[in-house]
């Protein structure tokens, strides 16, 4: 036999679950998260550093052309004295000019989330939270210069080691203008040699 309580109870629970579930769909909602995280004002940036304005004067500004018709634009910041804007497409990055212990210049966003490594003949863009190359083989208008530079010293240093190869070989071909004075100094040792044996 069942008791008045276990046959009510199922009853009473249910009514109790849909009251809740009502009063749930009445009440007012928050605001997102998101509009709250919206109109929190950004972070102050750190004045930068003394090591950081050095760097800065060595970052290549203006337009790189990269690999694939891809384009960045590196702009020194007006607002921000140290730092320099980097745009790619339609993103735009405020980023720290670093100086590397092997004389690469590190732009890193201050967000964390892109990089430009530039060495003096090429730059790259990186997402380093999705760890891909962005833009690859960049090159600034002075990095160009700086190739055709380095080109033009190769070729001097070639035609220099081609010249003084070629001063070796005209003097290997004359073997008896450069053996004659050998000859002379070895017989006048050969004769002091013998006449101090005959004394």
């Keep these: 036999m069942m008791t008045l309580s276990r046959v009510l109870a199922p009853v009473v629970c ?13 009440a007012p909602r928050k605001p997102a998260a998101k509009s709250a995280k919206a109109t929190r004002p950004a972070p102050a940036l750190p004045q930068a550093s003394q090591e950081q304005m050095e760097a800065s004067q060595l970052v290549y500004l203006g337009r790189y052309e990269c690999e694939f ?11 921000h004295a140290g730092y320099v804007g980097v745009k790619h ?26 990089l430009v490594v530039q060495i003096a003949s090429k730059s790259m863009l990186m997402n380093v939270r999705l760890g ?16 055709e530079e380095a080109k033009r010293v190769q070729a001097a ?31 006048a040792a050969a004769s002091a040699a013998a006449s101090a044996a005959s004394r």
């Design 89 to 114: 497409g339609k993103a735009s990055y405020l980023m720290r000019p670093v100086l590397s212990s092997t004389g690469a210049v590190r732009l890193e966003d201050v967000k964390g989330q892109m």
């Design 14 to 26: 249910g009514a109790a679950l849909l009251l809740w579930v009502q009063e749930a769909q009445a």
């Design 69 to 79: 018709g891809k384009t960045i634009d590196i702009t020194a910041e007006d607002k």
């Design 157 to 187: 240093e070639t035609a220099a080691s081609a010249a003084t190869a070629a001063s070796g070989a005209a003097s290997a071909a004359d073997p008896a203008a450069s053996a004659a004075p050998v000859s002379a100094d070895a017989s």
């Design 132 to 147: 891909q190359r962005i833009a690859d083989e960049c090159v600034s208008p002075r990095q160009r210069e700086l190739i």
